[in-house]
């Protein structure tokens, strides 16, 4: 057998040779070779392998990681929140959330690290669970990304709106999807310094807003009034919602949760890289081990300095979100330097969201096209998606995820708020689908290596705390999935269309399941059926042994190098 670069216990060794896995293996690289050919006129060929170059430097991959996580939710969005629950509920509902987010990252920092391919969660749903399950993974995770381009789309069109109405909406569409277009179609390293650029920039806006927290409640504010947790007082850090009492204070807090599982995201933009990147098995441990401070430092520290900032029920901030006011205008922050006489700030505010939300859609149009491509890689899309250019990049993929962007322009006929509600409604159930997957994938590859005898500890990086993490990840996740659209069901409140968004993608997954399993007649992988060793492992595998660091082009990108990696 050859080198492989992991250690398996003498004990187990034998019995993993002769196992069912290791003939599957066999069987399945076989196929592979059979497969990947490539007739030498051009006039067809049939692509089974990862053509995608890895151009991503440690500091790209740590700010891709920022850059899809935050959007306009953090920083505007997070003030409907605020309104529904107060600040307490709004702070303990996010701080929850992340726990679940971390168990999460958790479980895929260990599969993703042992094993950095394109789309890698997607591609592990069908290797370590169902071939079918896989596939309805993957097709959920893509409307998802997809969906979003078109909602940060409007959102920098309405961003842009709150200067003036100069400019057409429907310009303003076409200029950021032609923007998306032009980065997204050269070599990924141009995708990854964009984003880097674009990601620094949100960082140094949530980093600034919460120091203005601080600093406006002690006093250091044009007014000089030292409000502190004042509103946490009055009126209070519990607001009430659709019920009085006890009830209403839980769906108050019911419904901050619900908005933390839609703002609150992290592993999946991280490992959407993994095929991309430069030294893996190095860069992604670090990568995802960062979560853990971003969570923090953004969401849980966001969340509150909201609630210490502005009243859950501030007069101005429930008018900005009734009459659908353009860009920051019902940001908390915003709601609060107006209310402090501040001037300037809420302009740069402004610009930094509509960064941001570039920034956001930018990643969602990468992140959409890798998944799309990661199916075609599987044979799970059309052959011609796995098509790449000289660059390596997707080039169909990108086209198609673009051609959904056009979506975006269901806005010029209809109100902002309108447009955004669908997508956010369309979306929220397909990420904590994706979770719920991610966490059922990685007890599937747990019990797998345990039955092959394959010690987790000889891995690259091995999480901790497991199976709590994944179970816990997973009870979480498939709760909210049936929660968020509990409203409908209030008496009085049935409505069709939110009914159909908010719970459509549930229907849609176990469909594309079933489907693909009756139509090809997949299996439900047993233990010792899972492959847990392929040709890519062994390729990447040699690829560490044998990777030698590019120097940075320049002394100021060696620098930026040290600080972000």
Known sequence: MASTGIDIPGSAMAEYE???????????????????????????????????????????????????????????????????????????????????????????????????ISSPFIRFAGRYVDEAFGVAAGYNFFVFEAALVPFEIVACN????????????????????????????????????????????????????????FIAMVGGNPLGDKFGFRYWNHPGAFAELYKTGSLGRFLGFLQCLI?????????????????????????MPRAFKS?????????????????ILVPYDDAEMKAAFKDGLPGAAASPYVVAMNRLKIRILPDIVNAMVLASAFSAGNSYVYCASRSLFGLALEGKAPQFLTKCTKSGVPIYCVGVTLAIALLSFLQVSN?????????????????????????????????????????????PHTS??????????????????????????LPGDWDVPTFLFSYLMIFVFPIIFVGWKLLKKTKWLKPEEVILRTREVDEIDEYTRNYVERPPRTMWHGLLDKIFS
């Open 259 to 283: 908005q933390a599982s839609f703002t609150i995201a992290g592993p999946d933009y991280v490992s959407m890289a993994a095929g991309e990147a430069q030294n893996p098995r190095k860069v």
């Open 291 to 307: 979560v853990f401070y971003r969570l923090t430092a953004f969401f849980v520290l966001g969340s509150l300095a909201v609630g």
């Open 158 to 213: 309405v961003i842009i709106h709150y200067w003036s109405d100069a400019v057409p909406a429907g310009g303003i569409i076409a200029i950021v999807i032609v923007m998306y277009g032009i980065i997204n179609v050269f070599a990924v390293k141009w995708y990854g310094e964009s984003e880097f650029w674009l990601a620094l920039g949100k960082v140094l806006l949530i980093v600034g807003l919460i120091i203005f927290t």
């Open 415 to 459: 109100n902002a708020a309108v447009v955004l509600n669908w997508f956010v409604s369309l979306v929220t159930a397909s990420q904590l689908i994706n979770f719920s997957v991610m966490a059922f994938t990685f007890i599937k590859w747990k019990k797998a290596c345990d039955v092959q005898g394959l010690d987790r500890n000889t891995l």
């Open 18 to 116: 002769v196992s069912a896995a290791e003939e599957k293996r066999l069987e399945y690289e076989k196929e592979m070779h059979e497969e990947a050919v490539i007739e030498s006129d051009n006039k067809s060929e049939k692509l089974t392998y990862d053509s995608t170059h890895r151009q991503l430097r440690p500091r790209h991959i740590q700010l891709i990681g920022i850059g899809g996580t935050i959007g306009t939710a953090l920083y505007v969005q997070i003030g409907r929140g605020l309104l529904n629950g107060g600040p307490g509920s709004l702070f303990l509902a996010f701080t929850i959330w992340c726990t679940f987010i971390l168990a999460v990252t958790n479980c895929m920092s260990e599969m993703v690290t042992y094993l950095p």
């Open 464 to 489: 901790f705390w497991q199976p709590f993490c994944a179970y816990y990840a997973l009870t979480g996740c498939f709760i909210m999935t049936f929660v968020g659209g509990y409203t409908v069901f």
